[in-house]
């Protein structure tokens, strides 16, 4: 029989596998790479999410990175934007072709139906040579000559999501600066194309392994709706040998790697603020693990949210220079006052230390 890990077990594990136990003090770079990436659909989030993470967090430290071409923003899984270093994305960005075509495709099956994807690859690639950033329907109307029945949108998000492997430029996803997103293809911006798949599935083994280190213990489920990947059972078959097996409490099998940190069930969980589509609770096909059933919406639908005792037990927003917390539970006295001092420390990272204002409503 294998080990069984309660709620409370495999929370703790999630925690100390997302960085979120004890601040590193780990650079950006590998924090990004430990975490297989970070989600990045809004822009400023990644910010928040590392402040979480990683002690004097330095947002310039992340800009450097993105501008010096160390880590990008481009779809990945699950066909949506994440934060990721160059090293990765060249390395993994050819395992995910077949699925970013897929969810492009079924999202417009009637208005693509007729479309060569060889050929529009092509013509895209063609505008895109001369160097120059294109947002995504500035691409689109370079071709919709050729293909004028789909529509801009479809042709964009097929060429620059799926057929085209493509990067976010700068300043785009920099702190505190909005701007429209530009796209080059990754080879122009990284200098080389992805590596090619490698044909013994090397890389579904390394995503295996990857996972388990930032997520695990975890079961194949989770594995696939973080990815968005179905065809890595052969990957985990491989590695199987190398990895130990746990239960939860509904049967389900979990596997992990033998060395990783699988924290005391009773070991003191602070207060962390979480961005919006948060890696620690996108991560899984289980979220119980983190967040309550009755609450799971609120983790696909943008909500900020506030682990108390590791758990999802609030929401947050900002008004002005204030932090706003709003319980989704009863808050102990001790809890609120932890709740408010890491809020404060927040909304000093948030406002450069010109304002420390929290304001925690009422259970």
């Given amino acids: 029989m294998h080990p069984v890990l309660d709620a409370r077990a495999l929370n703790r594990a999630t925690l100390a596998r997302q960085l979120l136990l004890e601040r ?23 910010f928040t999410g590392l402040w979480s993470r990683l002690r004097a967090f330095d947002p310039a430290a992340l800009d450097a990175l993105l501008t010096g071409r160390q880590v990008v923003r481009t779809h990945l899984m699950r066909r949506t934007v994440h934060l990721l270093t160059a090293v990765d994305v060249l390395a993994w960005r050819s395992r995910f072709d077949t699925m970013l075509r897929q969810r492009v495709v ?36 370079a071709v919709a000559d050729r293909w004028p029945a789909p529509g801009h949108r479809p042709l964009g998000e097929l060429l620059i999501a799926a057929l085209i492997p493509s990067v976010q430029l700068p300043p785009r996803g920099l702190w505190r600066t909005k701007a429209g997103v530009r796209n080059l293809p990754l080879a122009t ?33 989770d594995l696939r709706a973080w990815s968005g990947l179905a065809g890595l059972p052969a990957a985990v078959k491989a590695v199987r ?18 060395e990783a940190p699988r924290p005391d069930p009773d070991t003191v969980a602070p207060v962390r603020f979480l961005p919006a589509f948060d890696n620690a609770i996108l991560g899984y096909d289980d979220r119980s693990r983190i967040i309550d059933d009755a609450h799971r919406g609120l983790s696909v639908a943008g909500e900020r949210v506030v682990l108390v005792d590791g758990r999802v037990s609030a929401t947050w927003t900002t008004e002005s220079d204030t932090v706003v917390v709003r319980p989704l539970r009863r808050l102990t006295g001790a809890e609120r006052e932890e709740l ?14 010109e304002s420390a204002c929290v304001r925690v409503e009422p259970s």
Avoid: C, N
């Fill in 189 to 221: 911006w990284l200098g080389r194309d992805a590596d090619p798949i490698d044909p013994a599935d090397g890389v579904g083994r390394t995503l295996v392994r990857r996972y388990l280190a930032a997520f695990g213990p975890a079961a194949t489920a």
């Fill in 241 to 258: 040998e190398e990895l130990v097996v746990f239960r939860d409490e509904r049967g389900r099998e979990l596997l992990d790697l033998p």
């Fill in 106 to 141: 079924g999202t417009y099956r009637r208005e693509l139906a007729t479309v060569d994807m060889a050929e529009l690859a092509a013509a895209g690639r063609a505008v895109l040579a001369d160097g120059e950033p294109r947002s995504m329907g500035e691409l689109a109307r």
């Fill in 24 to 46: 590193a003090g780990r650079p950006v770079l590998d924090a990004v790479a430990h975490l297989g990436g970070l989600q990045a659909q809004e822009p400023q989030e990644p």
């Fill in 340 to 353: 408010a001092a890491e809020g404060s420390a927040l909304a000093g990272f948030l406002s450069d230390g």
